[in-house]
């Protein structure tokens, strides 16, 4: 039997296959240097993505040894083009360590 292989990019999953439901709300994880700057940096990125972020929504979370500021954004997921570019620039941003 012949059982077809899973698209090895996510963004060729077909809508109706996806797990998320557009649009909806989506936590991400970024992980970034406990400086002044970084929460309003990151506010401003998830603004760019979604024009009803509100900033006072963020979750902040200090490292155990006081060096690093983990935050939880939350944003209204409206496509997965939206998210995986949201990603990627997260990503690519100076002050950021990891997202998830």
Do not use: C
């Amino acid at each position: 039997m012949n059982t077809p292989k899973p698209p090895s990019n996510p963004a060729d999953i077909p809508p109706e296959q996806s797990l998320i439901k557009y649009p909806s709300l989506f936590p991400i994880k970024v992980l970034g240097p406990k400086v002044e700057g970084f929460e309003a940096a990151i506010a401003h990125v998830a603004s760019q993505f979604d024009p009803t972020f509100d900033p006072a929504t963020i979750a902040k979370k200090d490292s155990s040894g006081g060096n690093y500021l983990g935050l939880t954004i939350t944003i209204t997921a409206t496509s997965r083009e939206q998210l995986d570019e949201l990603y990627r620039t997260l990503s690519t941003h100076p002050m950021v360590k990891w997202v998830m």
